[in-house]
């Protein structure tokens, strides 16, 4: 239909748009939000998730008609979209809520890569009229880009870097050196439990997204 597929059209602008838009307001804002300069935003996984999600989406919108390219590019924009998913709920469900003083959650580039980037991106996987590769294994690579950024985060936190506000993590879950470490329990929230159950917590949901989202395109 051809609502459907002006619809979708947008989504994928819009999509690019935010995400890149958003990121890059992020870096000219990040002096004002505390950070000791802005290449240190680009260390936390919800602007590489928005920045992978915006440049494929660009290519999607240019691809020619080559269909093993196009097919590709699908297998690519279904996982960031359930990547960036993951992004816009953590930061809802915990990243705001548990936030600090210092931090402002609600602001303009916060709310593009949070919100509106995932919206979009969710939204033109379901108006997408293009049927998925079948490929059982496709939704076990929605798990590569989180679980490769948590070896990422840990490295560097290994190193002791740091990641613009004065802490050697990005996110309070993949602080391996908290009150709980790893494998702990405390009443101290937000560290409740040890990094290595928020990881296991994370990944399935990464796997429950990408089967539901699957599921879904199927019907």
Known sequence: MQYRRTLSLFCKYATAVCALGGVLLSLICAKRDGYSHWSRRLLYFTAQSNIWLGLTFIA??????????????????????????????????????????????????NILTHIFSPVFAVLDLFLDQRREPKNKGLVFLSLVPPFVYCIFAGILGTLGVDFGRGTTYPYFFLYFRSPVGLFGFSNRPPFVIG????????????LALAIGYMRRKRR
């Open 195 to 206: 990094s290595f159950y928020w990881i296991l917590i994370f990944l399935t949901l990464v």
């Open 60 to 109: 999607v919108l240019r691809r020619k008609d080559d269909e093993k390219a196009a097919t590709r590019l699908y297998i690519l924009k279904y996982i960031f979209t359930v990547s960036i998913t993951v992004t816009g709920l953590v930061f809802c469900a915990l990243l705001a809520p548990f936030s600090d003083k210092s931090y402002r959650p609600w602001t303009l580039c």
